[in-house]
């Protein structure tokens, strides 16, 4: 058996032109989508996801601006721009580049984001509506994880769920919309003992540790769904993800590549929340 490769490439170039049509429909009626992302400092890996966030937004449609701060920016400095943002009717989301400078407490940024702008879906108030089951702003790499799924029509309902990964970013949010979804689901972490008595017992398996080659063929289940969230730069300059993607396709039925993969369905999923944002904002159905 060798798996079928899910391309996340693929299908967010589909839901993009979808995003498309539907972003012109809403400027036909006046409506421009705004996406507002803010930058501090010089971290070229955040310098390149925001390149690639402002590309994809002007390709659907989407007014995006860029607010560039140097890394000695006080947190009341950016806090005070956020104020400003939640009160500015022509943005629709608002997105702080983590991670920010050490002297910033990232969970007072993110809980100072107005919920309803809060379109990387990180607000406690989101999570908690998630958790809760109610349609809100889903965190986006998790999000675009379901889509995939759905995308080939992979059973959740009633499957064996283990996510590999426990941060606030993808782990805990992708196992609870997976559990929305009526999986079984496990956690996996670093205090875990006898992780492949886990994995090899996986339905669906999402690895989110970042390290390379972390799971390979000998850890997974035949035939099972294996999405692979890691991106890690090999000293070859390669880009490779937390399973061996080689070893693994021989026995999964399904699976993501590294690049190409679940990377860019992250970015298609905030356009996804910034459209959805300003058509709440203006009552459009």
Do not use: W
């Amino acid at each position: 058996m060798t798996a079928e490769v899910i391309y996340g490439n693929v299908l967010a170039e589909s839901m993009r032109n979808e995003m498309k049509e539907e972003v012109d429909k809403l400027k036909e009626n006046g409506i421009v989508p705004g996406l507002t992302v803010i930058l501090i400092g010089s971290d070229p890996a955040s310098q390149s996801y925001v390149k690639g966030k402002q590309k994809a937004s002007d390709k659907v449609g989407i007014h995006s601006d860029l607010i560039e701060l140097p890394s000695d920016t006080t947190e009341q400095a950016l806090l005070d721009l956020i104020h400003q943002l939640n009160n500015d009717e022509k943005v629709h989301g608002i997105l702080v580049q983590l991670p920010l400078p050490k002297h910033i407490r990232e969970q007072v940024v993110i809980e100072t984001i107005d919920p309803s702008k809060d379109v990387d879906g990180f607000h406690p108030i989101n999570i908690g509506r998630m958790i809760a089951g109610k349609d809100t702003f889903f965190p986006c790499t998790p999000y675009g994880i379901i889509q995939m799924l759905k995308s080939k029509n992979i059973e959740i309902e009633g499957k064996n769920a283990v996510v590999v990964g426990r941060s606030n970013i993808v782990g805990k949010p992708v196992g609870q919309l997976l559990l929305n979804e009526n999986a079984t689901v496990t956690y996996c972490h670093s205090r875990t003992k006898n992780m492949q008595a886990y994995t090899k017992s996986a339905d669906i398996l999402i690895v989110a540790v970042g390290r390379a080659h972390f799971l390979s063929g000998d850890d997974i289940k035949e035939g099972s769904v294996v999405i692979d969230v890691g991106v890690n730069r090999l000293e070859t300059g390669k880009l490779t993800g937390d399973v061996d993607f080689e070893s693994a396709k021989e026995k999964a039925a399904y699976i993501t590549p590294v690049p190409k993969g679940v990377g860019p369905m992250t970015i298609t999923m905030l356009l996804h929340n910034t459209i959805k944002s300003a058509k709440k904002y203006y009552n459009f159905s």
